[in-house]
């Protein structure tokens, strides 16, 4: 159970206590500051009944103790702790007796302030040694130090085992709290950026037919504030970590493909995230002036790791393009278009005079998801220029028709089922064939001006045809979206880019199949991923394993995956918000609205969404007709 209000960690097993083994504790930047919180009442540890997630950054665990034997067979006290991510412990004892109680309470506490890395490969050292300080104790070693303080004051504190030590009076169904503070010494109170009134985050509010669309939206929402970092620079720009507990830091592509998904609850997050990589761009001299750096990504069996930062210089002038869709006011959109000038103009340079680009870290392959990421860079960033009377657009669109003239004949594997789409070509020119989740970056061409869907890589034929595949049970395991074809070499159904199901992912083939017409297999796939999120309680995790769906089955939790996760949230406001099919175009002042007239989840209505910087709430009936009921004055509403 991970508790998130980033910088700030607290993961805790169902049972409550933090023992100090394995990951738990509460962690601030990265560092665990306090990994043993233990309650004994009355010289006994509660019966825990209940544990669960009250919000994002609360968990609420309850047990029971039955404190003498007067009180027969049932329990007299109930222990109930508030586990808060900002490193607050809130244990409150409620009394059920039909008498007055005096209570020994005891906390032992303990830390190794050890990183979370050295936790994870099991090389944390052993705990360190306290000493009383203030209404409580402290720890200190070279790498920091930490202390916890206690509100009442206990009446006794033994440095020696940690221990703090009060006795409690409660009246007949009286109940009395102790507060735990646990923090850095001379740090302040932890100030999430999601918690402050200046969140570039909507808290947008779903409602419908199918209960679970609130739940899964409010959780989102919940998760992705949960994320929110301010950068080191300027600390009014935030972006999203990728995730908790593993990557609680900036991940360029993840972080864009994130901002990208949210763009329905406004445009601050793509804004702040924008400039945050702007600032990381590598300089005008060399082979990669312009690129945004990232780390490299495992690809698979099938294919060598590939470079991040590829994608993320090409997600840039994409997300520049279409958060000026959203709203995002042209003066900022100017301050942000040099950087995507330099991105298009590294396209440009990279691919030379050939129609492909390569990965840049990568001796030769031509990958699929590459060619589709590059050809709406380079339709979107032309569109881009041209609103802004810069030079290039003309030369951008030229070689996206290449490309598309190119891919077409070149990376289309015929079989008696019609063919697929390679997942790449080698440096020899042959074919990788197999088929993976990459491909739903094909359906995934992004909005032009007017609100009207880019042209794709694929013409209409082999479009349906991917749709077919993708709405199959080879790739739809019933909770979503495979990475690899369950029939294909190397399958794994845990593999991270060879069967699991990633929610990101899932998302873009939803958002893709039903923008080109095919609802049947977009609606699959969606049903599939809320049965998954009920068995998650809503909190989706990145990916989980594609094993097929059997029924009264679950999907198995992937032991690597985070949980929050940055992409994983996004994708369910895309997930949800694609039913309605809100197409922007603020520039032009208006907005198109194309929903899904199966209507898959019935009636569903939103409230709290952002369209050119004013609330938007649109509903769409069970016969599938879309009305707005709140919208900016001047927005006009398209057909």
Partial sequence: MICVALPGLAISTEGGQLTGSGLEGFYRAGRRVLSRCEIRVAGREPLAVQA?????DRATFVGTLRTSPQAGPDPDVIVERNRFADGTERITLHSA?????????EIVLGTDLADLGAIASGSAGPELPASVHGSGLRWSCPAGNASVTAEPPPADALASTGLLRWELDLPPGGSRTVELRVRPDGAGPLRAVGRAATSPLAAAQAEGDDLRVPALLRTSVEDLQA????????PADTHLAAGAPWRCGLAPAEALAAARMALPLGTGLAAGTLRILARTQLPAHGAQSGMIPGPRRDAGPHLPPQCTGTE???????????????????????????????????????????????DANEGGSIRCETQAHAHRAALLGADLLDAFGREGGAALRQWAQTLRTAFREDFWVQDRGGGRPAAARRPDGCMVPHLGAAAVHLLDTGLLGGGDPAPGLLDKVRTEHLARLLGSPVMDSGWGLRGLGAKEPGFNPFGHRAGAVRIQETALAVAGLVAAGYEKEASSLLRGVLVAAETFSYRLPEMYAGEQRTDGGAPLPHPAACRPSATAAAAGVLLLTT???????????????RPVRSAPLGEIGFTGLRVAGAPFSVRVSRLGLAMVEEAADELQLGV
């Fill in 579 to 593: 039913l309605v099919g809100i197409r922007p175009d603020a520039p032009a002042g208006t907005v198109t609205l």
């Fill in 227 to 234: 994320l929110l970092l301010r950068g080191s620079a300027n």
């Fill in 52 to 56: 669960r997630m009250a919000a994002a």
């Fill in 312 to 358: 993320a210089t090409l997600l840039f002038p994409a997300l520049l393009a279409e958060a000026r869709r959203w709203g995002l006011p042209d003066q900022e959109t100017e301050e942000l278009l040099p950087a995507a000038e330099r991105c298009l103009a590294w396209l440009r340079a990279t691919a030379g005079d050939g129609p492909y680009l390569r």
């Fill in 97 to 105: 007796a039909s008498r007055p109680l005096r209570l020994p309470v």
